[in-house]
């Protein structure tokens, strides 16, 4: 099974800040690398699909970039409602798998 | 409106069976499979496995197999994840999700795109 890890597992930003999230894949998985937000006592939401396509509907300071093992989540001026848990997810082979999360907190 | 709709919190005692569903309405529910995650008490999300409602081909994670049973009923548009013998440790929210597909040139993207509200199942003596 492919082992997926996030970096950092938390983060203290400001509001209007550039965060970047890091997700790794032990082994290659192409681009089939997506990003979910999770507001607490929510249901996950889906940001990014294919490493760099944004879901419809999600605001374009959201970005993705990477392939084969290593990929980021950029958020270019962080807003309120962007304080949330992070999970990046492969679909490369089955079973997929999720990342640990990170949490992005208010500094 | 297309949605997953999630039945009712649960608890239950150790040992005891549980069936959860998921019903589909808004869209062909037998051609997208719906897949169910787990989230333990503060922790991440785990990929549980998937169906395939029009034919029931079924996925399972190793550390799910053996454990749960997936099924659909495609006839009212629902999806089960249940349990023969619960344990404490099955104590969790329950998400159900849609797996949908994205075709290019090139790539055949899956990812979940549409997801329940969840179920918490409370499995205490």
């Known amino acids: 099974d492919i082992q997926m890890t996030q970096s950092p597992s938390s983060l203290s930003a400001s509001v209007g800040d550039r965060v970047t999230i890091t997700c790794r894949a032990s082994?290659?998985?192409?681009?089939?690398l997506n990003w979910y937000q999770q507001n607490p006592g929510k249901a996950p939401r889906l940001l990014i699909y294919g490493a760099s396509s944004l879901q419809s509907g999600v605001p374009s300071r959201f970005s993705g970039g990477g392939s084969e093992t290593d990929f980021t989540l950029t958020i270019s001026s962080l807003q309120p409602e962007d304080f949330a848990t992070y999970y990046c997810q492969q679909s490369y082979t089955s079973p997929d798998s999720f990342g640990p999360g990170t949490k992005v907190e208010i500094k | 409106e297309v949605q997953l709709v999630q039945s009712g919190a649960e608890v239950k005692k150790p040992g005891e069976s549980l069936k959860i569903s998921c019903k589909g309405s808004g869209y062909d529910f037998t051609n997208y499979r719906i897949g169910w995650v787990r989230q333990m008490p503060g922790k991440g999300l785990e990929w549980m496995g998937m169906?395939?409602?029009?034919?029931?081909?079924?996925r399972y994670s190793p550390s799910f197999q053996g454990q749960v049973t997936l099924s659909t009923d495609k006839s009212i548009s629902t999806a089960y994840l249940q349990w023969s013998s619960l344990k404490a440790s099955d104590s969790a929210i329950y998400y159900c999700?849609?797996?949908?597909?994205?075709?290019?040139?090139?790539?055949?993207?899956?990812?979940?795109?549409?997801w329940g509200r969840g179920t918490l199942v409370t499995v205490s003596s």
């Open positions: 082994q290659s998985v192409s681009t089939y």
């Open positions: 999700a849609r797996r949908t597909r994205y075709r290019s040139s090139w790539y055949d993207y899956w990812y979940f795109d549409l």
């Open positions: 169906i395939h409602p029009g034919d029931s081909d079924t």
